[in-house]
């Protein structure tokens, strides 16, 4: 291999990880503000449940990353919801609601890509992912789904849309 295709082989790496580094954080922000919508477990014991949840995200004061804060209602019955992933290195750590050692679960990896963030989760003997698609500023997609005999299932599905203040604005004619 020639010298030169080695140096343009190491900038397109570097330039690849600043670039994928500042998407990130990008989607990082743009997960900030207000979000709702319907949701559904779409498989196990509990198929077919609908439900609601509201969210309030924000991004961690001292690193880079998201959490979110809420909670997700069925009829009258509403359970606390909360999320935290970070960044670490060229992945991500971070918990749902208490994490593994609670009644939650923990975020053990993942890798972001054009707009979605794919993060590892883990309970136990449990494994499977979370993928959050941000497919414009104002509509998140979340689906979970679990390893069952080999495979990915989905299992949670949410649309969530940014909660907005209705502003008019107009002018007044002499």
Same mark, same amino acid.
């Given at each position: ?29 743009? @997960? ?6 319907p949701g559904e477990i779409?498989? #196990? ?22 959490? +979110?804060?809420?909670?997700?209602? %069925?009829? %009258?019955?509403?359970?606390p919801m909360s999320a935290? @992933? ?12 208490d994490g593994e050692k609670?009644?939650?679960?923990? +975020? ?19 494994? #499977?992912?979370? %993928? ?13 789904? %679990? ?28």
């Amino acid at each position: 291999m020639r010298f030169s295709t080695i140096i343009a082989a190491a900038a397109l790496t570097i330039a690849s990880t600043f670039s994928a580094q500042a998407t990130d954080k990008k989607f990082f922000n743009d @997960i900030q503000g207000q979000w709702s919508g319907p949701g559904e477990i779409v498989a #196990g014991k509990y198929k077919g449940t609908k439900f609601v949840c509201t969210f309030d995200g924000t991004n961690p004061a001292e690193k880079s990353g998201m959490e +979110v804060d809420g909670s997700c209602r %069925v009829g %009258v019955f509403s359970q606390p919801m909360s999320a935290l @992933i970070l960044k670490a290195g060229r992945s991500y750590t971070g918990r749902f609601l208490d994490g593994e050692k609670g009644k939650g679960m923990d +975020v053990t990896g993942g890798r972001y890509t054009k707009g979605r963030i794919v993060a590892d989760i883990k309970r136990k003997d449990l494994r #499977g992912i979370m %993928v959050a698609n941000l497919s414009n500023p104002n509509a998140l997609k979340v689906t979970i789904s %679990v390893k069952h005999e080999g495979r990915l299932v989905p299992v949670i599905g949410m649309n969530l849309a940014r909660k907005t203040d209705a502003v008019v604005t107009g002018s007044i004619d002499n």
